[in-house]
C-alpha cells in the first residue's frame, strides 16, 4: 500500500479511477513531453505532434491562426472571406463530386457564416470571414482547437491513446464512430451533427486502402496542409485522366 504521502503521491498522477470504468477504456497518455515539449501549451502558429514537434515540415503558416490555416484553403481568391461557391471549388479540387460538394458547401457556409460576420446583419451571400473563424468554433468536437483558433497537442494524442484500439496511430471507421460519441456535449445537437459531418468528410478523403484513417493525416487536417497535399494529388490524377482519353 504505501505511506499516506506514497498513496497521494500516487493518486495525484492516477489517470485511471477504479469506480469510473470509462476512465479505464478511454486511457490518458502520460508520455506526451518525452518527445513534445509543452504538449499541454496552445500552439498558434504550427500543429505538432510527438513525431513531429515542430509542425508540418514546409508548411508556411503566413501568420494565421492554426485554425485560420485551416479554413484558407477554402479562400481560392485568398481575400479573407470564404463565399459558398468557393467553398464549393476547394471541395471539387479535393476530389468530392458535384453533388456532395454543392451539399456539404451550402451546410458549411449556412452554418457558419453568421458567427464571423464583422456586424449583427445577416449578409444573403452567407460569407465566413477567416479573421473570425474561432467564432464559428461548435461543441462535442475533439478540443483540438482551443475558442481563439490555436492547436492544443494534448487533445490530439489523447484522440489516439483513447479510441485507437486496433493500430497506435490509425483510426478505423467504428473507432472514429466512438470518438465522436466520446466527445459529445449534452444536448449540443448541432454540435453532434457537425462533428459527424466533419470526421465523415475527412474519413472519405484521407482513410487508406485498408479503411483507417491516421494520425498523420487527422494532423495535417488540422493546419490545413492536407488539403493542399490532396489538391495536387487529384489535380495530377485528372491530369493523367486527360491525357489518357
Not at 49 to 58: F, K, N, S, V
Request: with cysteine.
Amino acid at each position: 500500500m504505501g505511506t499516506p504521502t506514497e498513496i497521494m503521491e500516487r493518486d495525484a498522477m492516477a489517470t485511471v479511477a477504479p469506480y469510473a470504468p470509462v476512465t479505464f477504456h478511454r486511457r490518458a497518455r502520460v508520455d506526451m513531453d518525452d518527445r513534445l515539449p509543452k504538449p499541454y501549451m496552445p500552439r498558434a502558429l504550427q500543429a505538432p505532434d510527438r513525431e513531429h514537434p515542430y509542425g508540418t515540415p514546409g508548411h508556411k503558416n503566413y501568420g494565421l491562426s492554426v485554425l485560420q490555416q485551416h479554413a484558407a484553403f477554402f479562400d481560392i481568391d485568398d481575400n479573407g472571406i470564404i463565399y459558398p461557391w468557393e467553398t464549393y471549388s476547394g471541395l471539387r479540387m479535393l476530389g468530392f463530386n458535384i453533388i456532395v460538394s454543392l451539399i456539404t458547401a451550402a451546410v458549411i457556409n449556412l452554418a457558419l457564416s453568421y458567427a464571423t460576420l464583422p456586424g449583427w446583419l445577416p449578409s444573403p451571400f452567407f460569407p465566413i470571414y477567416i479573421h473570425n473563424i474561432h467564432k464559428s468554433k461548435h461543441g462535442s468536437d475533439s478540443r483540438t482547437y482551443d475558442n481563439e483558433g490555436r492547436f492544443m497537442p494534448v487533445n490530439l494524442e489523447l484522440i489516439f491513446s483513447k479510441y485507437a484500439k486496433t493500430l497506435p496511430d490509425k483510426l478505423s471507421l467504428g473507432e472514429l464512430w466512438e470518438m465522436t460519441q466520446g466527445q459529445r456535449d449534452a444536448w449540443d445537437i448541432f454540435g453532434w451533427l457537425a462533428s459527424k459531418v466533419e470526421w465523415g468528410l475527412l474519413y472519405l478523403l484521407a482513410r487508406d486502402e485498408e479503411g483507417f484513417l491516421s494520425k498523420e493525416a487527422i494532423r495535417r487536417c488540422f493546419d490545413g496542409s492536407l488539403f493542399e497535399y490532396c489538391a495536387k494529388i487529384y489535380a495530377g490524377i485528372s491530369e493523367d485522366k486527360t491525357a489518357y482519353y
